[in-house]
């Protein structure tokens, strides 16, 4: 079969590589190095900055606070590089990733593929039955499909994410009594909510991810979040891939105390490859990630999460990392997603 050029757009305001926090991103630079490694042809539009293995159409990187102004622009400058390629020479195929991908579909031509990798409820109706003819849309999880059913036009089977998990599982470190939770800072991520359950539970928690220059994330870490930091109860920061898989590999579990429907959990797959449990609020998709008592915990709030915490060591590491392999693979989303670029090129 002939190579497939495909032309990735991220959403504009957040930077596309392995060491992303966003699902989204993280989603999307796995698809560039499987593209990339399969023989194809990857087209990257992503803010400046970000690491592809394929070629790299940047966009601006917006200086200061990412206000509507700042957006718009960013979106203006998206449509902008969209153009310019399928002006050079196109592409078989268009794969958008960002939340506001109906502001910078491209004209009539080549399939436009959109991933709705947030809740449905998040997208403006005129997002979710696009004007634009040879447009389809696709969730990543069975829940989140079952939501947009009968409210979506051209909607897809769902695809379901993977993380590298033959990757994470090589990491091998002695487990240590801390809690671990990543994930950007906001307030619908629940990091107080983590911090809640840590404290009940007398355990060490570190906290990984990146506190984005919006107005509302600054104001939930500084009155949220870093009121309750102490020498047990640590924010590292953004983490590289590397020291991400050193942590899950060590941590006692992973908490993911979201208060958003889900759409999916790469962290949480990401922590199962681990061999690493998982306890988490039952929002969304998590119950299809997380299987309750044998990779990790469903709760209802921060007393539970505590209770949790202290029965993490009952699970079996060997069997969490067998589930992950057998079901959150890699290799298995980059085939599904290869086949249906195909399906939707040839059509």
């Known amino acids: 079969m002939s190579p497939l050029s495909v032309l990735s757009v991220a959403y504009p305001l957040a930077p596309v590589g392995p060491d992303a926090v966003g699902g989204a991103e993280q989603v999307l630079s796995a698809m560039d190095r499987a593209l990339v490694a399969a023989g194809h042809r990857s087209i990257v539009v992503a803010q400046e900055g970000s690491c592809v293995a394929g070629e790299l159409r940047a966009v601006p990187r917006p200086r200061g606070v990412l206000d509507e102004a700042a ?50 409820s998040w997208y403006p109706l005129s997002a979710l039955h696009p004007p634009r003819p040879g447009t389809w849309l696709h969730a990543v ?9 009968g409210r979506a036009e051209g909607l897809l089977p769902p695809v379901p994410n993977g993380v590298p998990v033959e990757e994470l599982a090589r990491a091998r470190h002695a487990r240590r009594g801390f809690a671990l939770t990543l994930g950007r ?24 991810g990146e506190v984005f220059p919006y107005e509302a994330h ?27 898989r050193r942590l899950l590999a060590a941590a006692r579990c992973l908490l993911v105390p979201s ?27 998590l119950p299809e990630v997380v299987e309750h008592g044998r990779t990790g915990f469903l709760v209802r709030d921060a ?12 699970l079996d590491h060997g069997e969490i990392r067998r589930v992950a392999r057998e079901r959150f693979s890699l290799g298995r989303m980059a085939r599904d997603y290869i086949a249906l670029y195909r399906r939707l090129a040839s059509a």
Not at 259 to 266: D, G, K, M
Not at 267 to 281: D, R, W
């Open 259 to 285: 208060t958003a429907p889900e759409t999916s959990s790469l962290v949480a797959m990401e922590a199962a490859s681990c061999g690493t449990p998982v306890i988490a609020f039952a929002s969304g998709a």
């Open 303 to 314: 007393a539970e999460m505590a209770e949790a915490i202290a029965r993490a060591g009952e």
């Open 218 to 244: 600054e104001r939930f870490y500084a009155e949220r979040v870093r009121p309750l930091l102490d020498r047990r109860r640590r924010f590292l920061g953004p983490l590289g891939f590397a020291r991400k």
């Open 141 to 149: 999880s069975a829940s989140q499909h079952a939501v947009l059913e």
């Open 185 to 208: 800072i906001c307030e619908e991520k629940g990091q107080h909510h983590a911090l809640e359950a840590a404290r009940a539970a007398d355990v060490s928690l570190l906290i990984g």
């Open 71 to 120: 957006h718009r622009r960013a979106q203006e400058a998206t449509a902008r590089a969209i153009t310019g390629v399928l002006r050079e020479g196109g592409a078989d195929v268009v794969h958008l990733h960002g939340i506001d991908f109906h502001t910078y579909l491209p004209p009539p031509g080549p399939p436009v593929l959109a991933t709705l990798h947030l809740p449905p």
